[in-house]
């Protein structure tokens, strides 16, 4: 339990350093409102557990034994982040439907943004080498659960503890949408921040270190 409390301490610790999970998070809900936001935040975190799986069958060490493969995934996570990003600034619903129609199609949009956000958690090389980095520190060969299990709850934990991180961000950003709501201009240039730092962080995904 010592060890456990330690690394919630430390998993705490990064989760309220600002990310690029927060930023996604945020900039679905500029783009879509407070649901959009909430659905891509339940995206994350279940996307989240196929790295988690990932890690506690040891698969996520592919990334270290097959470099190409691990920048592959890099490349194709930081593409889609761009084209969703683009796809903001098509978008003109917010410009050309009435309400009753913009209300109508809210939940699709929220349930693209639940989609979406699944497949750009799983293109995300990097969540997989941050378990695979991260979470042996706290692994204690001697306890009663097997190592694959302590893996699993341990990865579980920081996944919980994001995920609560990012739906705070979005309530923050759902404030600033409420206040904006009346205003078309101010929508429309919601929707384009939001779809600028999806394009952002595409980019620093495909550019950034390793």
Known sequence: MELYLAFAITTATFALIPGPAMLYAAART???????????????????????????AGLALLFHAVPPLFMAMKLAGAAYLVWLGLSLFRDRDNTKRSELKRSELAPLSAERAFAQSI?????????????????????????????????????????????????????FASVVMAKLRRSRRSQRIMQRIGGSILVALGARLAFGDR
């Not at 407070?34 to 989240?48: I, T, V």
């Not at 204690?140 to 996944?159: C, E, K």
């Open 30 to 56: 500029l783009a879509g409102g407070r649901r959009a936001g909430m659905m891509a935040s339940l995206g994350l975190h279940l996307g989240g557990y196929v790295h988690v799986i990932a890690a506690a």
């Open 119 to 171: 497949v750009v958690e799983v293109l995300n090389p990097k969540t997989a080498i941050f378990f695979l980095a991260f979470l042996p520190q706290f692994v204690d060969a001697s306890a009663g659960l097997p190592v694959w299990a302590q893996l699993f709850l341990l990865g579980t934990t920081v996944n919980l503890t994001f995920s609560a991180v990012d739906i705070v961000c979005v309530c």
